[in-house]
């Protein structure tokens, strides 16, 4: 299957450790989003990249969450200090540049459970 | 980001046809109606998308009202793998991130 892949697909932690997720998307999709989805809620975007650049980052995405796209392929989200309520399901989607509202594929997502 | 409004949710039966509402008023004209869907425990997944006309493809069809004031998804024949969670979402067609803005959707359920 060569989906978007995402990991861990769980990770658990205390809280005010840092964690990190890894994105790999399709191969050649130069358009990569992270989303962030709570329970009984639809997905909030976070961020997007475009190649390295990471063109656009939600107001969501506060001072302890970085993420980056070092060579336009896989993509990390790291939370540090994580908080209770960073608990959450951390999607990521990409899709090829050329297709102008064309469908975003999402991975499955890295469950984030924090203590 | 022009808004949509879908029902919390909905129930159905397996084998019978499946009627999706969204009201999106406030659309523009370059404005495209994106479906998804999440089942339980994945990621979204694509559905199906149009612009003015209705459109079919192999999971659905969509059905657009000739003002694009509103749109109904419609599964022709429901399964019980088709319970899930489906979000109506309008995507402009410009320039930047064209990033999807979920609301909270319409959860299906489908009674065997």
């Known amino acids: 299957d060569t989906g978007v892949s995402q990991d861990p697909r769980h990770k658990i932690t205390k809280r005010g450790q840092n964690v990190t997720f890894r994105c790999d998307p399709i191969?050649?999709?130069?358009?990569l989003y992270w989303y962030r989805q709570t329970l009984g809620q639809g997905p909030e975007f976070l961020t997007y990249f475009q190649n390295e650049a990471q063109l656009e980052k939600s107001r969501l995405l506060s001072d302890r969450f970085s993420a980056e796209r070092p060579k336009g392929s896989f993509s990390t989200l790291e939370i540090q200090r994580t908080e209770q309520g960073d608990s959450a399901m951390y999607l990521c989607?990409?899709?090829?540049?050329?297709?102008?509202?064309?469908?975003?594929?999402f991975g499955e997502g890295s469950r984030l459970t924090v203590l | 980001d022009a808004k949509t409004t879908q029902p919390n949710s909905m129930e159905s039966n397996e084998e019978e046809p499946v009627h999706l509402p969204c009201n999106h008023s406030t659309i523009s004209g370059t404005d495209y109606i994106h479906w998804y869907r999440q089942l339980p425990s994945q990621g979204p997944e694509y559905v199906i998308h149009g612009l003015t006309s209705n459109v079919n493809n192999r999971m659905a069809s969509l059905a657009i009202a000739e003002d694009r004031k509103s749109s109904t998804l419609i599964l022709h024949r429901a399964t019980l793998r088709d319970a899930a969670v489906y979000y109506c979402i309008l995507r402009p067609l410009i320039q930047g991130a064209q990033k999807l803005v979920f609301g909270q959707g319409t959860r299906l359920t489908i009674n065997p």
């Open positions: 191969s050649e999709h130069n358009r």
């Open positions: 989607a990409s899709r090829p540049g050329q297709a102008s509202g064309g469908e975003l594929f």
